[in-house]
């Protein structure tokens, strides 16, 4: 059984057995379900099992407390990577890609995981995909007022979903749009799209909603409340570090780079230092909506 | 001296930016930021082996400078390279 899906203008698609009980847990997708498209950009496909290979280790991820470990490796003709959901804990899914990132072969190996394992496995493909497409996949939480969507990033446990949160509280007429994992695209007409998706980490806000970027905003924790405009070498290292991606793919990472200069041109980068307060919500507001 | 295998430097904006790309890099989270002279002495060298001689040579092609002082800024520039490891020996 296939179901399509559309997240940011890019069709992928999920091929599992009839009755696999994965199917029943994936309502996270249900607002991008498309019919189903003959020649998506990639499928993932749920397997019983894979071929042993020689598998060569080549990333062992940034093992942070709490956040999923993912470990890449080189295969014959392509990739592997397995999952787990945070240090220490043992992997739950094992997928073989192709080395165009079209196809997924996805095994889990623990089913009560089986979920964090399929959206990681559809993340990560996705973001690879993507690359070269004038598309990132960021780390970031969003809000939209306006009719703007303005993006806060920073490092786990920083607090861009509490700033989100600020604006909910303080700032009339703001939505969350994605509170994790949003989209980006730089569309035709040069202009960055933000689009919501089905990855939003512990906030379920699946929305398929897009709007144009109002500001990327690198939230800093300081005493004071203040913002600045980011010079074009921080707001490249901020999109650098905020988006997925291999750059050990060559191709990869030249669409990465120009679509990080093509955001950089269009779109203003900021630092927010702030407290979790609501004042900080109105010094963001103040300087933000002004755009 | 040669530079590392997997790293490339970008113009981005008007900007000459060094990062880690390729396998052999896959670890290495830092973007180095090169002025116009720095740039310009690493897309010389890059893909060959250099000495701080060479260094040295190619800023006296390309700008007003003494030897003396073009020396000294070469030499800096390979320990500096050397020293956040884009560069080895």
Known sequence: MTKSYKVAGHVFSFVFPEEHPLWGLTGQYKPFEIPTDPSPLFIVELVESLPVETLEKVYGGDEEPGQPVILLYRRNGGWAFEMAPCPGRPVCGRAYVDGTFSHVRLQILRPSEGLFALNNAAMLVFAFS????????????????SGKAF????????????????????????????????????????????????????????????????????????????????????????????????????????????????????????????????????????????? | MKIKEGFKLRTIVGEHIVTGEGLAQVNFNKIISLNETAAYLWEHVTGKEFSVEDLTKLLLDEYDVDEATASKDAAAIADKWIEIGIVEK
Request: some cysteine; glycine content about 6%; overall charge negative.
């Open chain 1, 130 to 145: 993507t690359a070269s497409l004038d598309t990132l996949e960021m780390h970031a939480s969003v809000v939209v007022n």
């Open chain 1, 151 to 291: 993006l806060w990033l920073a490092k786990s446990g920083t607090g861009k979903s509490t700033h989100s949160q600020l604006w909910l509280d303080n700032v009339q007429g703001s939505h969350l749009l994605n509170d994790d994992n949003p989209v980006v695209r730089v569309m035709e007409d040069g202009h960055t799209e933000v689009f919501g998706t089905p990855w939003s980490g512990k906030t379920p806000c699946y929305r398929n909603e897009h709007y144009p970027a109002g500001a990327f905003t690198e939230i800093v924790r300081s005493p004071e409340n203040r913002i600045r405009r980011k010079s074009v070498l921080e707001a490249y290292a901020l999109l650098y570090s905020s988006s997925s991606g291999f750059k050990a793919d060559p191709a990869m990472s030249d669409g990465l780079n120009a679509t990080y200069e093509k955001i950089i041109t269009a779109t203003p980068c900021f630092t927010l230092e702030c407290r979790p307060d609501a004042d900080a919500a109105r010094v963001s507001s103040e300087t933000l909506l002004k755009l």
